[in-house]
């Protein structure tokens, strides 16, 4: 899941114009061999920090599976959107590209990836993957993807400050203001659960648990739903645990993700809300945390777990290669192999299939399980707009959870973020 520009789909469909009065039918890719024994991959360079060794196990591989040599190149994620675009209009990009979830449907919209539809279905991948990855990648019933890695978000915390006063895992919202409270007055120098104003998807579970939802889809137009009245009642009660309950800062007004986190490995927090390849990176910070924290789903309303963003990275196959069968027994290669597992451990995420996750939602690891039980139960994608990444490039939610924080009413903050998202979606 990355952030996409605005001019995204409109520079895209004009490539995709491009290509076809240069009569181009997306047969060609000058990134392949004349033979079709040479695959160009992409992956996106910063997920793994050291990934030197999984692209050689990637490559010997690959060759020993299809003879074919496998080309990787690094592209940085701030880069990709419009390098993609380009090599969409050129025929210069590569055969497959790792691409982000939310960007996946608004490239598929303009005729850049190829549809894999029946190539998934006679596979029997189709029945594996991940539902809400499975979405992320589909458009119009057909799907132009397959998930390769994902993480969700959980509540990260710190299991000796709760063993200290006896406090209980939230089992649901009641419990979780219940929590907030009492580690508010037995913990005054602690943040009991920040609520970062500038982390969109913190609040998705409490818009998605009371029954709302971003935007629906009907007859083909998009409408935003945050005005909608479940979707206004979990906004209130999540930004309700700063307003009324105190658990935050006015300083948490802006921060991000990466804030909130700070202000965990730094003591200045008990609970915060982060993804799952998180608590590696707190520990690294302070080591003395290793046996401190724990990890616990975000708890629905009325019990169980509340869905939580599912977010990460689909392998995609580009219309312009040449070399489509091979394109996609790589992706094949690289979701159902152990090579899915590999990478998933290294780079702190979670593989797409289902049969892959279960193990890990069986885990003992208390950092570990809480995290894999929700994307495999509760795991859920933000709408599969062509135009999402373009609401996420706009920080609609954010600023509408920051205009709660700073003293706007729900309603009006609410009115105002679902008629961008239906104004940017009827746009792109």
Known sequence: MRLVHKAGVAALAASALVLTACGNDGSSSSSSSKDGKSLTWWVMKGTNPDASAFYSATKKEFKKRTGATLKVQEIQWADAHDRLVRAFASGDGPDVSEIGTTWTPEFAAAGGLTDLTSKIDSSGLGKDLNPALKQSATLDGKQYG???????????????????????????????????????????????????????????????????????????????????????????????????????????????????????????????????????????????LKDKIGAFPIPGKDGGLAPAVLGGSNLAVLKTSKNQDLAWKFVDMMTTSKLAKDWADQAGYFPSTSSALKPYANSSDPLVKPFAETMLKAGKNPPSAPGWGTVEGNKTVSQMVQSVLTGTSVDKAAKTASDAVTKTLSEN
């Not at 089992?171 to 009492?182: M, S």
């Not at 927090?269 to 990176?281: D, E, F, L, R």
Request: hydrophobic residues 40%; glycine residues 10%; positive net charge.
């Open 146 to 288: 397959v998930g390769w890695y994902a993480g969700v978000r959980a509540i990260v915390y710190r299991k000796d400050v709760f063993e200290k006063h006896h406090l209980a895992i939230p089992k649901n919202w009641a419990e979780l203001q219940q929590t907030v409270r009492a580690l508010k007055k037995q913990e005054p120098k602690l943040l009991p659960l920040p609520v970062a104003g500038d982390a969109a998807y913190a609040v998705a579970p409490f818009v998605w648990g009371a029954g709302g939802d971003f935007a629906t889809e009907k007859g083909g137009k998009w409408t935003g739903t945050l005005d909608s009245a479940k979707s206004k009642e979990g906004l209130d009660f999540y930004t309700g645990l700063a307003l009324k309950d105190k658990s935050s800062s006015v300083g948490a007004t802006t921060w991000r993700e990466t804030d909130v986190l700070d202000s965990f490995v730094k003591g200045k927090s008990a609970m915060v809300i982060q993804g799952n390849w998180t608590p590696k990176t707190a520990i690294a910070g302070d080591p003395s």
